[in-house]
């Protein structure tokens, strides 16, 4: 099983539509969450932290469920440049060791 | 400020081939990391350096060596290229303790046939 699991998609959503992301993650030690962008064939760039309260960042919304193992990324007013690869992306600890990161999510916004 | 810059950005290797992949970062990081990205597989991490002179094993370090020559710079070794080793290499660096971002370079895109 993977450490962390997304649904590969691709979503494809009309402009202006509200989506919705999932990931879980198997260690239950993880501390850290993130949600980082990639777009094709570039490098990823970190789009926002997830927060245990839950935060926003404009149209973005991240969730963590902790007890269920349970990260989540909304999009509102989806937009043609929000078409990237979505990845969840969590810290085990908060030492040397990298990030872990789930295979993507892939998101097309369609005029 | 140039971020994190790699070389090459694509390369071409047989196998049995060796070849360096250079990283360098200009944000006075101490930490810097390789990874490398397969379709649907996620980044895995190859190998890291938590501080200059200080280097560790990471998810998939076999076939692979580095060096980190000073704070600015971490290089990536295929000693000996195979085509399972065919994929996209990112470097990435991060800031100090409290920040877990990490700031990537564009990548290089190896092919070993």
């Known amino acids: 099983r993977k450490e962390v699991e997304q649904d590969p998609g691709p979503f494809n959503v009309p402009e202006g539509a509200t989506v919705a992301f999932n990931c879980t993650y198997s260690?239950?030690?993880?501390?850290?969450f993130f949600w980082y962008r990639q777009d094709c064939r570039k490098e990823p760039k970190l789009l926002m932290s997830?927060?245990?309260s839950g935060n926003e960042d404009g149209r973005f919304t991240a969730q963590l469920n902790r007890a269920s193992q349970y990260i989540s990324l909304l999009i509102r007013d989806s937009k043609l440049s929000d078409s990237a690869t979505y990845l969840c992306?969590?810290?085990?600890?908060?030492?040397?060791?990298?990030?872990?990161f789930g295979s993507g999510t892939r998101l097309q916004v369609q005029p | 400020n140039a971020g994190v810059t790699q070389t090459p950005k694509f390369q071409v290797l047989k196998t049995g081939q060796s070849m360096t992949l250079q990283c360098a970062q200009d944000?006075?990081?101490?930490?810097m990391y390789w990874y490398r990205q397969d379709p649907g597989m996620g980044l895995r991490l190859i190998y890291y350096?938590?501080?200059?002179?200080?280097?560790d094993k990471g998810e998939v370090p076999n076939g692979y060596n580095v060096s980190r020559l000073n704070k600015r710079e971490f290089s990536l070794r295929l000693e000996s290229a195979a085509p399972s080793q065919t994929s996209v290499y990112f470097c990435?660096?991060?800031?100090?303790?409290?920040?877990?971002?990490?700031?990537f370079g564009p990548g290089t895109r190896l092919t070993v046939l």
């Open positions: 990435a660096s991060k800031g100090q303790k409290g920040s877990n971002e990490q700031f």
């Open positions: 997830v927060y245990s």
């Open positions: 944000m006075n990081h101490n930490s």
């Open positions: 260690n239950s030690a993880s501390q850290s």
């Open positions: 992306v969590v810290n085990r600890d908060t030492g040397r060791r990298a990030l872990t």
């Open positions: 350096s938590a501080s200059e002179g200080t280097t």
